[in-house]
């Protein structure tokens, strides 16, 4: 069975780091291309980043490019999201996601979703 | 980047009747080469992470009710459930996965009127 585990919610300060993550299990992690998606509340879905765990090709939508990092950790079947410096305006939750097989591009597994809170 | 907008916004119909969504791309997301549409709809129940319910425009996922179904080709796009039920009250969203960054609708949330 197919599953994508991220890690459990957060609350920050502004200007605090944090990576969250997603484990995948029941398939080949390495084979399959997982994204990250923003929903803020009550609004809509935002596609941050996709990564292939495989060779780490990671792909950022322009809005994000520079405020977040996506890696990849294919021993441990582990992505990633990181901030450097969190803003209030981060407040989301935030999903991994797995592309069907190849160049799809439409994600047919999602994680359960991570809540960030950033708040002084 | 491909803009997609849904409409309605929200909409309300009464159980056991048809509900239709329409999304709309502001370029082709029909790959001629291999005569795909790149789009898929997803199902985002209250406190859930989404759900994938169509792929290549008209393709059901897998466990995905029969009442669900996609149509459309280019930029115009229709998901359609034919006999609402109480469990399809949810936000529904269009994506096209023909361009990067694989944009979404903003949603149309369906109720039970």
């Known amino acids: 069975e197919v599953q994508l585990v991220q890690s459990g919610a957060e609350m920050k300060k502004p200007g605090e780091s944090l990576k969250i993550s997603c484990k995948g299990s029941?398939?080949?992690?390495?084979?399959?291309?997982i994204g990250w998606v923003r929903q803020m509340p009550g609004k809509g879905l935002e596609l941050m980043g996709i990564?292939?765990?495989?060779?780490?090709?990671?792909r950022y939508s322009p809005s994000f490019q520079g405020q977040v990092t996506i890696s990849a950790g294919k021993s441990i079947s582990t992505a990633y999201l990181q901030w450097s410096s969190l803003k209030a305006s981060d407040t989301a939750m935030y999903y991994c996601?797995?592309?069907?097989?190849?160049?799809?591009?439409?994600?047919?597994?999602w994680g359960q979703g991570t809540l960030v809170t950033v708040s002084s | 980047d491909i803009v997609m907008t849904q409409s309605p916004d929200s909409l309300a119909v009464s159980l056991g009747e048809r509900a239709t969504i329409n999304c709309k791309s502001s370029q082709s997301v029909l790959y001629s080469s291999n005569n795909k549409n790149y789009l898929a709809w997803y199902q985002q129940r209250p406190g859930q992470p989404p759900k994938l319910l169509i792929y290549?425009?008209?393709t059901r996922e897998s466990g995905v009710p029969d009442r669900f179904s996609g149509s459309g080709s280019g930029t115009d796009f229709t998901l359609t459930i034919s006999s609402l039920q109480a469990e399809d009250v949810a936000v529904y969203y269009c994506?096209?996965?023909?361009?990067?960054?694989?944009?979404f609708g903003q949603g149309t949330k369906l109720e039970i009127k």
């Open positions: 996601a797995r592309w069907d097989s190849g160049d799809s591009g439409y994600f047919n597994f």
């Open positions: 990564i292939y765990p495989g060779d780490s090709d990671t």
């Open positions: 029941g398939y080949r992690f390495t084979s399959h291309w």
């Open positions: 290549w425009a008209s």
């Open positions: 994506q096209q996965h023909y361009g990067t960054p694989h944009t």
